[in-house]
């Protein structure tokens, strides 16, 4: 299922939850609305989605300077799990979710998305050896290697075909030298012989 079916999926399932939730005990601090916790996750994810590594380490830094919290915690989650990033951590980003779920001071709308986060994530690799993206990096390497062992050798047969050259051209111009100070002697003897 692509991502964002199971997004989609995952949205609907929690407007759903959260409508028919349980009302808040008085005793439990105020929380936001689940409607608007809800959009605000899901615009947040599509952002972390979107945005560059840069961007996203700046974001990472941001979250870790926050003291922890399960809003803070799913949000950080939510970015470490982004495979294709360098940030890419998938057992932190579990773990986050993890407690998140299981936090009981957590607002239930936060509690349903990490579970459902964690339930749409069942299936996806856990660990960046099980998505593939080490060997990714593993061959990338072993190809950008070869590469500059190819140019390696390429530029020594070049510096050793110079220096042939350099060789060369110094034996030419001995000879050149040799036929010119011949040419001299064969015209001294004509002028001393013409005298």
Do not use: W
């Amino acid at each position: 299922m692509k991502r964002t079916t199971r997004f989609s999926l995952l949205a609907a399932s929690l407007l759903f939850a959260a409508c028919h939730s349980a009302p808040e005990k008085p005793d439990r601090p105020e929380h936001a609305s689940s409607t608007m916790l809800l959009g605000g996750l899901s615009s947040y994810a599509r952002t972390v989605r979107e945005d560059d590594d840069a961007t996203l380490l700046a974001e990472k830094a941001r979250l870790e300077a926050l003291p922890a919290s399960p809003a803070r915690d799913l949000r950080l989650a939510m970015l470490l799990d982004q495979q294709r990033s360098a940030l890419y951590d998938p057992e932190r980003a579990t773990q986050l979710l993890d407690d998140t779920a299981q936090a009981s001071g957590a607002d239930p709308a936060e509690r349903a998305f990490a579970d459902m986060l964690l339930a749409l994530n069942g299936d996806a690799p856990r660990s960046c050896s099980e998505s593939g993206f080490t060997q990714d990096l593993v061959e990338r390497l072993a190809t950008e290697e070869q590469r500059r062992a190819d140019l390696t050798a390429r530029l020594e047969s070049t510096r050793q075909d110079l220096e042939a050259e350099r060789s060369q051209r110094a034996k030419l111009e001995k000879q050149l030298e040799a036929l010119k100070s011949i040419e001299t002697q064969i015209k001294n003897r004509e002028n001393d012989a013409g005298r």
